[in-house]
T-cell receptor, first 113, second 115 residues
Framework: NAGVTQTPKFQVLKTGQSMTLQCAQD?????MYWYRQDPGMGLRLIYY???????DKGEVPNGYNVSRLNKREFSLRLESAAPSQTSVYFC????????????FGDGTRLSIL | GENVEQHPSTLSVQEGDSAVIKCTYS??????FPWYKQELGKGPQLIID?????GEKKDQRIAVTLNKTAKHFSLHITETQPEDSAVYFC??????????????FGQGTILTVHP
């Protein structure tokens, strides 16, 4: 059981380039999330999808777009990468319902030069 | 929105000692408080959680306490072992309303357990 799988694991981009981060879960969860992790700031929510066909902004959505491709997959796109988007990106998923824990992937480490 | 403050940012203990990490939250409507452990190069993993209708919860060497009046909650690890070394995050969530499903994380605590 793979859980939450993120690709790629590492990526280096130049300012202005675009990129899509992929996330897939095999737990049949309805809800999926994208976070970014920066030193000393914990994890901050970028976008989330409460269920297939819906997406909503989180705390730090500027510069990002998302697509909930189907129930399993939730992608994050940087249209024009900026150095401030250098971070570690985590995808998570959980089942709808009170107190359902979120399960995280192992992250994509993204550097923008 | 919710704001979660976590202290200390780093914690160093000797093997066998206890470790305590504290978090405060701002939204009195928050009612679910999970704790995550993150090992190097990995994603966060849930280790224990507590709901607002419970004051304390234990799981072997790990316990969490919640004081709703003061709006703070703490993680307690007893008999620490080197494999407990990791980054620990607290989080808070309001289950319901417009905040449904959205965790707010603390800044993290780097715990180092020396053999």
């Amino acid at each position: 059981n793979a859980g939450v799988t993120q690709t790629p694991k590492f990526q280096v981009l130049k300012t202005g380039q675009s990129m899509t981060l992929q996330c897939a879960q095999d737990m049949n969860h309805n809800s999926m999330y994208w976070y970014r992790q920066d030193p000393g700031m914990g994890l901050r929510l970028i976008y989330y999808s409460a269920s297939e066909g819906t997406t909503d902004k989180g705390e730090v959505p500027n510069g990002y777009n998302v697509s909930r491709l189907n129930k399993r997959e939730f992608s994050l796109r940087l249209e024009s990468a900026a150095p401030s988007q250098t971070s570690v990106y985590f995808c998570a998923s959980n089942e709808v319902g009170a107190y359902q824990p979120q399960h995280f992937g192992d992250g994509t480490r993204l550097s923008i030069l | 929105g919710e704001n979660v403050e976590q202290h200390p940012s780093t914690l160093s203990v000797q093997e066998g000692d206890s470790a305590v990490i504290k978090c405060t939250y701002s939204d009195s409507a928050s009612n679910y408080f999970p704790w995550y452990k993150q090992e190097l190069g990995k994603g966060p993993q849930l280790i224990i959680d507590i709901r607002s209708n419970v004051g304390e919860k234990k799981d072997q060497r790990i316990a969490v306490t919640l004081n709703k009046t003061a709006k703070h909650f703490s993680l307690h690890i007893t008999e620490t072992q080197p494999e407990d070394s990791a980054v620990y995050f607290c989080a808070a969530i309001h289950k319901g309303g417009t905040s449904y499903g959205k965790l707010t994380f603390g800044q993290g605590t780097i715990l180092t357990v020396h053999p």
